[in-house]
């Protein structure tokens, strides 16, 4: 009897689904006023994992084209029908303890006219470097096609959780005519617009459960999740029990997830290439358990391409002002006195077009990242500049004033030493020899 219910509740959701488009409980609701609201969002899960429906928004679902097709064919729809769908679309066999390894390595690298990209990686560097350029310039038209992107993007927080990232219960506002999902607690009605509503909760899929769901009902083609930020994210909280399954030679092994109850697995047409900016973080410092599953690039700092996009920018040329030379410089001092990952990378500076802009590049962003980076150590935000610390000179960027002990609080009171006192001196003054000096380059004033 029971299989004889979830096989008209799967049928009749798969036919509003071609009906309407896109699917949600509230459609299917009025047909199976029996069934509670847990066991409809069941149903279109069901569906989804088999490759005929695929999420739209946590609510909304769309019928796949292989989903029409039996749809327009009218077949019942029953669940071991649905399983063998399923297990028709995990085209890669699964790695298993004491397996034979000799067996050909599968090829799960996109190569495309491309460099090669691997399964799992991470672009890391300095900041502006380009990470997240590269994945709008180059790697989004790879997963993107007639059809629309296949791919989706994120940027990792702290704050950002497992139930946002794979699934959890989140509440849900419905009509005051919602009976058969409705807390009946006084806690879980509320108020908008004078109308009764009620809050329910239901397990929601977070994106990396719906691109891994879109991924395995298209085998044929490659998707990709991008992850901005990934090392500014809790990862191994994040990923929870699923960062086994993330391994290239795990990829089609199934865990049971602990909100839903579904088995999940990740498909070998899936993606993951992430952002790690060092200064927030050394690879050293790393989980290590994220490490040894993904491939790391290193995206530097890219001095030739600064050089080439201002040596044609007028008045920089008439100065000889050579702006990539001063980067180098400046990240040859940040390296001896901090690390090699605080570097300033080119994309700070390489959309200026004027000695104005570059004022205002370093007013605005550089020399306060310096400040930042060296805790207001002064002193070594001149050395990176270029100027000496106690010494006051007409092009300097930072002024500098010495405050005497003897004029502050007179002889005898036990203060000696004078101490120097700095501040970023006014922008709109600066020449184009502030900025010579700092790598020793004659301008032509």
Same mark, same amino acid.
């Given at each position: 009897m029971a299989d004889k219910v979830d096989a008209r509740l799967l049928t009749t959701t798969l036919q509003l689904a071609a009906t309407n488009e896109t &699917?949600?409980?509230?459609?299917?609701?009025? !047909?199976?006023?029996?069934?509670?609201?847990?066991?409809? @969002?069941? +149903?279109?899960?069901?569906?989804?994992?088999?490759?005929?429906?695929?999420?739209?928004?946590?609510?909304?679902? %769309?019928?796949?084209?292989?989903?029409? #097709?039996?749809?327009?064919? !009218?077949?019942?729809?029953?669940?071991?029908?649905?399983?063998? =769908? @399923?297990?028709?679309?995990?085209?890669?066999?699964?790695?298993?303890?004491? /397996?034979?390894?000799s067996e050909p390595k599968v090829n799960t690298s996109i190569d495309d006219g491309h460099a090669a990209l691997p399964l799992n990686l991470i672009l890391y560097g300095p900041p502006g470097t380009g990470k997240t350029r590269k994945f709008t310039e180059e790697y989004f038209q790879r997963f993107t096609d007639g059809r629309g992107r296949r791919y989706e993007m994120i940027t990792f927080h702290p704050s950002y959780s497992y139930e946002e990232f794979i699934e959890g219960l989140r509440p849900v506002i419905g009509p005051e005519d919602d009976r058969h999902h409705r807390q009946e607690s006084e806690e879980s009605k509320a108020k908008e617009d004078g109308t009764t509503k009620f809050v329910r909760y239901e397990v929601v899929p977070g994106v990396f459960k719906r691109i891994c769901r879109r991924? +395995?009902?298209?085998?044929?083609? %490659?998707?990709?999740?991008?992850?901005?930020?990934?090392?500014?994210?809790?990862?191994?909280?994040?990923?929870?029990?699923?960062?086994?399954?993330? /391994?290239?030679?795990?990829?089609?092994?199934?865990?049971?997830? $602990?909100? @839903?109850?579904?088995?999940?697995?990740?498909? $070998?047409?899936? *993606?993951?290439?992430?952002?790690?900016?060092?200064?927030? %973080?050394?690879?050293? =410092?790393?989980?290590?358990?994220?490490?040894?599953?993904?491939?790391?690039? /290193?995206?530097?700092?890219?001095?030739?391409?600064?050089? !080439?996009? =201002?040596?044609?920018?007028?008045?920089?040329?008439?100065?000889?002002?050579? &702006?990539?030379?001063? =980067?180098?410089?400046?990240?040859e001092r940040i390296s001896y006195l901090f690390d090699r990952d605080h570097r300033i990378g080119h994309g700070w500076l390489i959309g200026i077009g004027s000695l104005a802009e570059l004022r205002e590049a370093f007013y605005y962003k550089i020399i306060p990242l310096l400040i930042e980076y060296f805790y207001d150590d002064w002193t070594k935000v001149c050395s990176v500049l270029g100027? *000496?610390? #106690?010494?006051?000179?007409?092009?300097?960027?930072?002024?500098?004033?010495?405050?005497?002990?003897?004029?502050?609080?007179? %002889?005898? !009171?036990?203060?000696?030493?004078?101490?120097?006192?700095? @501040?970023?001196?006014?922008?709109?003054?600066w020449t184009a020899k502030h900025f010579a000096k700092i790598a020793g380059v004659p301008t032509g004033e």
């Amino acid at each position: 009897m029971a299989d004889k219910v979830d096989a008209r509740l799967l049928t009749t959701t798969l036919q509003l689904a071609a009906t309407n488009e896109t &699917v949600n409980n509230r459609l299917v609701a009025p !047909q199976f006023p029996e069934a509670v609201h847990q066991r409809l @969002s069941w +149903a279109r899960i069901k569906l989804a994992e088999a490759g005929l429906l695929e999420p739209v928004t946590t609510a909304d679902y %769309r019928i796949t084209k292989k989903g029409r #097709e039996l749809a327009d064919e !009218q077949k019942e729809i029953t669940l071991d029908y649905l399983r063998s =769908l @399923s297990q028709g679309l995990r085209s890669k066999p699964v790695a298993r303890p004491f /397996e034979d390894k000799s067996e050909p390595k599968v090829n799960t690298s996109i190569d495309d006219g491309h460099a090669a990209l691997p399964l799992n990686l991470i672009l890391y560097g300095p900041p502006g470097t380009g990470k997240t350029r590269k994945f709008t310039e180059e790697y989004f038209q790879r997963f993107t096609d007639g059809r629309g992107r296949r791919y989706e993007m994120i940027t990792f927080h702290p704050s950002y959780s497992y139930e946002e990232f794979i699934e959890g219960l989140r509440p849900v506002i419905g009509p005051e005519d919602d009976r058969h999902h409705r807390q009946e607690s006084e806690e879980s009605k509320a108020k908008e617009d004078g109308t009764t509503k009620f809050v329910r909760y239901e397990v929601v899929p977070g994106v990396f459960k719906r691109i891994c769901r879109r991924a +395995a009902g298209d085998p044929d083609d %490659r998707y990709a999740l991008f992850i901005d930020e990934i090392n500014r994210g809790n990862v191994p909280a994040l990923f929870g029990e699923l960062i086994t399954l993330i /391994e290239e030679d795990k990829r089609g092994l199934e865990l049971t997830l $602990p909100y @839903s109850g579904d088995r999940f697995s990740v498909p $070998p047409n899936l *993606h993951i290439v992430g952002t790690m900016n060092t200064a927030d %973080r050394s690879i050293a =410092l790393l989980d290590v358990a994220l490490r040894r599953r993904f491939e790391f690039e /290193e995206i530097d700092i890219d001095y030739d391409a600064l050089e !080439q996009a =201002l040596g044609q920018v007028p008045e920089l040329r008439e100065q000889r002002l050579d &702006v990539a030379e001063i =980067l180098r410089r400046m990240n040859e001092r940040i390296s001896y006195l901090f690390d090699r990952d605080h570097r300033i990378g080119h994309g700070w500076l390489i959309g200026i077009g004027s000695l104005a802009e570059l004022r205002e590049a370093f007013y605005y962003k550089i020399i306060p990242l310096l400040i930042e980076y060296f805790y207001d150590d002064w002193t070594k935000v001149c050395s990176v500049l270029g100027e *000496h610390p #106690e010494q006051a000179r007409s092009t300097d960027l930072i002024e500098k004033r010495k405050l005497s002990a003897e004029n502050l609080f007179g %002889r005898g !009171q036990g203060r000696s030493e004078d101490k120097w006192t700095y @501040s970023v001196g006014n922008h709109q003054t600066w020449t184009a020899k502030h900025f010579a000096k700092i790598a020793g380059v004659p301008t032509g004033e």
